[in-house]
């Protein structure tokens, strides 16, 4: 490994134990640093916190992602009890959560749209 190699290695192993541990403490120690250097890097290494960032924003991407994956098993789950639930009062209970969702989703889209459609007005603008 070349001398310009460690540092890199370093900051690598001090992000995964930042985002691993949540703690600078906890961090710095797992990553057999100073906790004085972890907070400078956080403090005044903007490329240190952009790798920061980054870890971060895969972090809530994979997180997202899994949300995503088991939406479909809890849409699933709330159909069959709108539908086949033998207590009347989860079938409501499960079909006013399943209209909740849809119309949220609705909303969120048409915002979305009418979002785009302001951000491409402003360009034709500027």
């Known amino acids: 490994m070349s001398g310009g190699r460690k540092p890199d290695v370093c900051r690598e192993k001090a992000v995964a134990a930042l985002v691993e541990t949540g703690s600078i403490r906890d961090a710095a120690r797992a990553a057999r640093m ?4 972890l907070k400078t890097w956080l403090a005044e290494d903007e490329g240190f916190r952009a790798l920061y960032a980054e870890a971060r924003r895969r972090l809530l991407d994979d997180a997202l992602f899994l949300l995503q994956r088991s939406a479909r098993l ?17 079938r409501v209970k499960a079909s006013v959560a399943l209209l909740d969702q849809v119309l949220r989703v ?3 889209m048409e915002f979305e749209a009418r ?3 302001v951000e491409e007005r402003l360009k034709g603008a500027g």
């Not at 100073?34 to 250097?37: P, S």
């Not at 809890?74 to 989860?90: F, I, K, T, Y």
């Open 34 to 37: 100073g906790e004085r250097t």
């Open 115 to 117: 979002m785009r459609a």
């Open 74 to 90: 809890a849409v699933g789950a709330l159909l069959r009890e709108a539908a086949q639930g033998s207590d009347p009062a989860l």
């Open 106 to 108: 609705q909303s969120h």
